[in-house]
């Protein structure tokens, strides 16, 4: 699963926190072959971009104030910044720097920036011409420690649970080892208090308490409870944030950061226009051989879908014209959904709004209304329906197959992979919602979830906006009819003028 999950990423083009288990990968990069430092972070791995800049000898130049890295070639710079999932890459003869959005925003940890490794691949090798490539599978390394002065009572050489603290530029990070396996863990945070309670191990453990007192964590003391070990670690007046990690049946991971890296400082600062909003991608759904939904009064999807992206597209080029409009088809073509994410990905995107008409058979009260969708795998059985609906487009593919893999527990984590543009895209569909309820002549069954296969694909904020059901009388003759297209285009028009007001303030205080 994790392979696919990475290949699957790589395919279709969140920001976690910070990486653990330093590694090193076989890099090949032209004619020369280098081992290089690397960390892997749920299930994706990141490549150091001071390591390979060393190995490698590529020019290097790395901001401690914005925590930024530049690679300088000869054909171009490629700029990372920690926390963003923007690469910048300048071309030496134009100067001309283009802007491209990745899957996964670079990570900080250790005055490092790490860079995930299919984006790495993929961005260097638009920056100069030599091939990059992965040899080989990645191979743990021990990380150096930074030794912290202890005091209480430890574990004992024969104790179920051992500690190892180190401090890092950003946080800390506390191993935990058990003598014997555990079965599942809990954590919570209450107050300052982070308490770990590891399932099924055994051993006497009363007692045990160690102080660091450095101002991230103060102290840890463990307890036996019944079928257990809880772990109590108080945290200090630096704490911010944590995370934990199950490295093994007998290993977690804790990383701790500290206060003032939580929020990092202004991101490639002098460049801030360049994260302006500036594409939008309008996908009408369906086309050509695939006409979707039919229903009442022989309304078309297709045909709706088409006319009312073209109407939007019409209305954004006159009301925003510093924002570029791409479709996905502007004719009755029929466009497959992994291109449709790829053209919007190749234009670099700032929003994706596909368009489609919902439509319910076989149900005595045909429901009406407006819905807005978010990627997510579908929590009610409607929108499960929904989904499989228009996902079904795959089978006038040429190769569905391609879609396979997409099972339900690989679906939750690509849609995991989408976290970091998930607060932009719930803006976005609040607004489209706003502007439906309070501008439209049908009903708006508000906001939802589901797993469409072509939110998938566009790496960038989006949503699937369901005009109206085909099958429900008033709204086809509504959606069907100028003045419902024309209020449906407004009214997404709306949302994307409050969205652009939105992402632009964003961008310029993260």
Sequence with gaps: MKQFLILFLFLLAADYALPQNYQTVEIKFGLEKKSVRAAERRGALYISVRDFASKFKVGHYYSTTNKKSELKFKEAVIKFTAKNPFVVITQTGTKVPAVYQMPLSALFYDEDIFVESESFRKYIGKAQLKMLSYTGKPVPVQEPEVKTTTTGTPPSAG???????????????LRIGTESEFGSFRHSLKGKVLTITLDKTTGISQGIRQSYNDGILDSISVSNISGGIQMRLQTGKSFDAYDIIKNSNKSLTVSFRKKEDAVSPSDLSGKKEKWKFDVVVIDPGHGGKDIGATG??????????????????????????????????????FVELHKRGKIANDAGGKLFISIHCNSVAG??????????????????????????????????????????????ENFILVSMAHASYMKYSEKFAELVDINFRNKLEINSRGVKQAGFYVLVGAAMPGVLVETGFVSNERDAA?????????AIASSILDAVKAFKVYYEKQMKEE
């Excluded at 104790?159 to 990070?173: D, E, K, L, W």
């Excluded at 005595?364 to 579908?378: D, F, H, I, S």
């Design 296 to 333: 009442v009064g022989r309304t078309i999807e297709k045909e709706i879908n088409l006319a009312i992206g073209l109407k939007l597209g019409s209305m954004i080029n006159k009301y925003l014209p510093d924002v570029k409009v791409v479709y996905t088809r502007k004719t009755d073509t």
């Design 363 to 408: 149900k005595k009260r045909a429901p009406n209304g407006t819905e807005v969708y978010l990627l997510r795998p579908g929590k009610t059985q409607d929108a499960i329906e929904i989904a499989e609906i228009e996902n079904s487009v795959i089978s006038y593919e040429e190769d569905p197959k391609k879609y396979k893999e997409l099972n339900d």
């Design 159 to 173: 104790s179920p649970v051992r500690f190892n603290y180190s401090q890092r530029a950003n946080g800390s990070v």
């Design 478 to 486: 509504y959606i069907r009819s100028e003045r419902g297209q024309n």
